[in-house]
């Protein structure tokens, strides 16, 4: 099992994404969001092979693919975190927190 949280930045939204793997490498997600699109995008996507989606560009990923159909912001930082849950999950990477900091100079 794997849980991220994302507070995605001057929206000041949160979401929470927890994924569960089985043998077969199929992930289980259960994500919430404060962000409406996020929340539109987590009804679409309850179970992913983690075998196809880390297989996949970028752009053809589910998450990618709902994110850009359900609306979300072009910078949206969930699919990515999606993505890395699903990672995670199925022991294919490490748990590390991601940042970015960003200013204006």
């Given at each position: 099992?794997?849980?991220?949280?994302?507070?995605?930045?001057?929206?000041?939204?949160?979401?929470?994404i927890?994924?569960?793997?089985?043998?077969?490498?199929t992930?289980?997600?259960?994500i919430?969001?404060?962000?409406?699109?996020?929340?539109?995008?987590?009804e679409?996507?309850?179970?992913?092979?983690?075998?196809?989606?880390?297989?996949?560009?970028?752009?053809?990923?589910?998450?990618?693919r709902l994110?850009?159909?359900?609306?979300a912001?072009?910078?949206?930082?969930?699919p990515?975190?999606?993505?890395?849950?699903?990672?995670?999950?199925?022991?294919?990477?490490?748990?590390?927190?991601v940042?970015?900091t960003?200013?204006?100079?």
């Amino acid at each position: 099992m794997a849980s991220v949280e994302v507070v995605a930045g001057v929206c000041g939204l949160t979401t929470r994404i927890v994924s569960i793997a089985d043998e077969d490498l199929t992930v289980s997600l259960a994500i919430e969001s404060d962000c409406a699109h996020i929340r539109q995008l987590a009804e679409q996507i309850e179970r992913v092979s983690a075998l196809e989606e880390l297989r996949k560009p970028i752009h053809e990923t589910t998450p990618y693919r709902l994110a850009g159909a359900c609306r979300a912001h072009v910078a949206c930082p969930v699919p990515s975190a999606i993505l890395k849950a699903v990672e995670v999950a199925c022991g294919m990477a490490l748990p590390a927190d991601v940042h970015m900091t960003i200013r204006r100079d």
